[in-house]
């Protein structure tokens, strides 16, 4: 869908087409060739992360998870167990810099493992360095994108979530062939990087009739693009402007996958201007943070 893909240098001058698109199609691809070889990175890591045991992985899930560290098939979403789910979440301060209450792998797994390092730990070194590399990147075309649209933010958080969906077997598909259902995200603008499928521990192409749908299409980001989507909060603030994307994602039978997802958002004490959306979970006058909680109850729990 070429159509659809705006090279990154021509954000600025695309602001028309930018809405245009996100009202068509839910979402606007960025040739950013740039990103590449960050992505590639990232994957790296992200393959290191998961040939770690589950207990090394443990390590990097605090007691008190609640959307942060590292988790597998605990989330809850519209009230079944996602069980081959895989989130590790991190945040970005205003600055795109790491905050202290992230948790790394290279900082809880290698003190263990200090007499006896293994390759898998020493290339997860860079584990922190290569997601905030690209996570800072992603953030800044987010930023763009929203500005050439008319929203230039002064202050706005940035949640990371690396995402690894496990492999599926023939009884986990047959008893639910989604990896994520149909829901749509609530901050501003979510990034997305070009999903990787592995099989028996090659990557592969992507599988047909797989992965991220948006309103219903498959959608797939070409190597050297990002695509970005509609959250509900950015439908709210500019009064159905632009709508909420509705995706999501189905299980390619015998593979895992690995992507990224960056959600920029306002600061939790924003108040959502008044609009005449409908939507179930938004009471006038309500704060970012409030109908971010609402939003988890609605679909974790
Ligand atoms: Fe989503």
């Not at 219903?216 to 439908?235: K, R």
Request: a negative charge.
């Amino acid at each position: 869908m070429e159509n659809n893909i705006i090279p990154y240098e021509d954000i600025k001058s695309s602001s028309l087409k930018i809405i245009e698109l996100l009202r068509e199609f839910g979402y606007i691809i960025i040739r950013y060739p740039a990103i590449t070889e960050m992505i590639t990175h990232y994957r790296f890591s992200m393959i290191n992360f998961m040939s770690l045991s589950e207990d090394e992985r443990m390590t990097c899930t605090p007691e008190d998870f609640d959307r942060r560290g590292w988790s597998y098939g605990k989330e809850i979403f519209n009230g079944k167990t996602d069980s081959k789910k895989g989130s590790y979440y991190a945040f970005l301060d205003n600055n795109g810099d790491d905050v202290a209450e992230n948790i790394w792998p290279s900082e809880l797994c290698s003190p263990g493992l200090q007499s006896e390092p293994s390759d898998q730990i020493s290339n997860l070194e860079n584990f922190k360095e290569n997601i905030l590399e690209l996570s800072k990147t992603i953030t800044v075309v987010q930023k763009e994108i929203l500005k050439t649209i008319g929203y230039n933010l002064e202050s706005y958080n940035t949640t990371l979530r690396m995402l690894y969906y496990g492999k599926v077997l023939e009884d986990d598909y047959l008893e639910n062939n989604y990896w994520c259902g149909l829901h749509k995200d609530h901050s501003y603008l979510t990034g997305l990087i070009p999903d990787l499928y592995i099989k028996n521990n090659n990557q592969i192409e992507k599988v047909d009739n797989s992965g991220l749908f948006i309103r219903g299409i498959s959608v797939t980001i070409p190597e050297d693009c990002l695509a970005f989507q509609v959250g509900e909060t950015l439908e709210l603030a500019s009064n159905g402007a632009v709508s909420a994307t509705e995706h999501y994602v189905k299980k390619a039978l015998g593979c895992e996958r690995i992507t990224l997802a960056i959600f920029l958002s306002p600061e939790s004490d924003y108040v959502i201007p008044e609009n005449k959306v409908e939507n179930d979970r938004y009471i006038n006058g309500m704060t970012y943070g409030q109908f971010a909680n609402a939003s988890f109850k609605k679909y974790y729990s």
